[in-house]
């Protein structure tokens, strides 16, 4: 004669195989059509239930027989110092990382104000040769307005002397 399969609530598997109620729900989903898992009806609706052959078929835990069910899984010190350690390292590489990005953006402020500084150098001396260009132009332009009456007068001298040709009608009518 078979040993009837024991059956357990979702609650009952997570406190007795140290597992998250989370965890089993989610083995329960993965296994809801086999016979590893059944419903049974309560006041609130239905609950799956999931054997406990199964449950230690999954986790294989000889440890799950000898805790009771408030007694959790305890994880050796070793590997808890080691994360420990490794935790601390992480957090001072990550300072670390954090530094050299405040020493980048100061280098980069540094830098662009040393660019600012160089275009406005740049832009200065351009408006000082444009500045020397245009008193340049405007000293030729006053010499040539000093020649510009002199020869005037003299054209002016020319064309008196000349008397001026008839027109197109007065030489055709005479005039």
Same mark, same amino acid.
């Given at each position: 004669?078979?040993?009837?399969?024991?059956?357990?609530?979702?609650?009952?598997?997570?406190?007795l195989?140290g597992?998250s109620e989370?965890?089993?729900r989610?083995l329960?989903?993965?296994?809801?059509?086999?016979?590893h898992?059944?419903?049974?009806?309560?006041?609130k609706?239905?609950? *799956? =239930?999931? &054997? @406990? /052959?199964f449950? +230690?078929?999954? *986790? =294989?835990? &000889? @440890? /799950?027989?000898? +805790?009771?069910?408030?007694?959790p899984e @305890?994880?050796?010190a070793?590997?808890?110092?080691?994360q420990?350690?490794?935790?601390?390292?992480?957090?001072?590489?990550?300072?670390?990382r954090?530094q050299?990005?405040?020493q980048?953006q100061?280098?980069l402020?540094?830098?662009?104000?040393?660019?600012?500084?160089?275009?406005?150098?740049?832009?200065?001396?351009?408006?000082?040769?444009?500045e020397?260009?245009?008193l340049?132009?405007?000293?030729?332009?006053?010499?040539?307005?000093?020649?510009?009456?002199?020869v005037?007068?003299?054209?002016?001298?020319?064309?008196?002397?000349?008397?001026p040709?008839p027109?197109?009608?007065?030489?055709?009518f005479g005039?």
């Amino acid at each position: 004669m078979e040993a009837p399969i024991e059956f357990l609530s979702i609650k009952q598997a997570a406190q007795l195989y140290g597992k998250s109620e989370q965890t089993i729900r989610r083995l329960v989903k993965q296994h809801v059509k086999t016979s590893h898992v059944r419903t049974e009806a309560t006041p609130k609706g239905n609950a *799956y =239930l999931i &054997s @406990q /052959a199964f449950l +230690q078929e999954q *986790y =294989l835990t &000889s @440890q /799950a027989t000898t +805790q009771t069910p408030t007694q959790p899984e @305890q994880l050796p010190a070793v590997i808890v110092s080691n994360q420990a350690e490794e935790v601390a390292q992480l957090q001072q590489q990550l300072l670390e990382r954090d530094q050299t990005i405040q020493q980048l953006q100061s280098r980069l402020l540094e830098q662009n104000d040393v660019l600012n500084a160089l275009t406005n150098q740049m832009n200065s001396q351009r408006i000082g040769h444009i500045e020397e260009l245009l008193l340049r132009q405007n000293e030729q332009l006053g010499e040539l307005q000093k020649r510009l009456p002199e020869v005037t007068q003299n054209s002016s001298v020319i064309t008196q002397a000349a008397p001026p040709k008839p027109g197109f009608w007065k030489r055709l009518f005479g005039g």
